[in-house]
């Protein structure tokens, strides 16, 4: 599925904040990244979306070295994946529902199939009245639960998450992961990254651990 092999990443001239990154992630399978404040969590996720480039070491993707894709490819291999961003990263001028539709649009559903499961979606994380409402006026908790809906509603084949329930109580982070539970069993591979040792502990799926630049295998 997704493969760093020696990888290293520095910002600038700074050191390096990661070292030595080895991960073989399994096609459908179901995995966390635990780590502290600043142990370069959301670096990692960065790389394994092609955002930014590692400084060393070598990544593939579906068993291509994603260093290699052209600019038509980028986006092809994008669409294979849903990322929930640490900061949810919804377009501002879009509504919930219009942020949740894009990726359908992209993938040219009907409006009417699309406005089916925007809706459908909307309403299992809870916002069936916040349909029309723009991202600025929506609370952290709802702006993530939007950005959660847009990650999934594509069924993609790689699901990346960054701290996805961190702004939602305890009940609606219960319903979220049910959603991650439902993609999964559909064959999605996942991968969260978290500080939330509890929820780790909770699932019991395979744990890496980041902490000084160092990635610890799950044991
Ligand atoms: N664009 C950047 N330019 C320079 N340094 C950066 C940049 N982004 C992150 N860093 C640094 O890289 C390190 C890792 O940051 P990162 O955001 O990946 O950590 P994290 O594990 O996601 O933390 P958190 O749990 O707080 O979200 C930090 O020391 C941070 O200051
Ligand atoms: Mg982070």
Not at 27 to 46: C, I, M, Q, V
Not at 145 to 161: D, G, M
Request: charged share 20%.
């Amino acid at each position: 599925m997704i493969r760093f092999e020696n990888v290293g990443l520095r910002y600038g001239k700074g050191a390096e904040i990661l070292r030595d990154i080895n991960i073989d992630l399994q096609p459908g399978s179901f995995n966390f990244l635990l780590g502290p404040s600043g142990a370069g969590k959301t670096s990692l996720l960065k790389l394994m979306y092609f955002s930014i480039k590692p400084s060393r070491g070598r990544i593939s993707m579906f068993d291509r070295d994603i260093s290699t894709l052209s600019r038509q490819e980028r986006p092809m291999f994008r669409r294979k994946m849903g990322v929930i961003f640490q900061d949810y990263r919804l377009l501002p001028h879009l509504s919930a529902m219009n942020n949740v539709a894009l990726p359908l649009r992209i993938a040219g559903l009907s409006e009417s199939q699309i406005q089916n499961n925007v809706k459908e979606l909307l309403n299992w994380v809870g916002l069936e009245d916040r349909l029309d409402a723009m991202p600025a006026t929506l609370s952290g908790g709802q702006q993530q639960r939007v950005a959660f809906a847009r990650a999934v509603i594509n069924r993609p084949s790689f699901l990346l998450a960054d701290e996805p329930t961190g702004s939602v109580d305890s009940k609606t982070a219960k319903r979220l992961y049910q959603l991650f539970h439902d993609l999964h069993s559909l064959g999605t591979t996942i991968f969260i990254a978290t500080h939330s040792k509890d929820l780790v502990h909770e699932f019991g799926y395979p744990c890496y651990y980041l902490e000084n630049g160092i990635l610890h295998q799950p044991r």
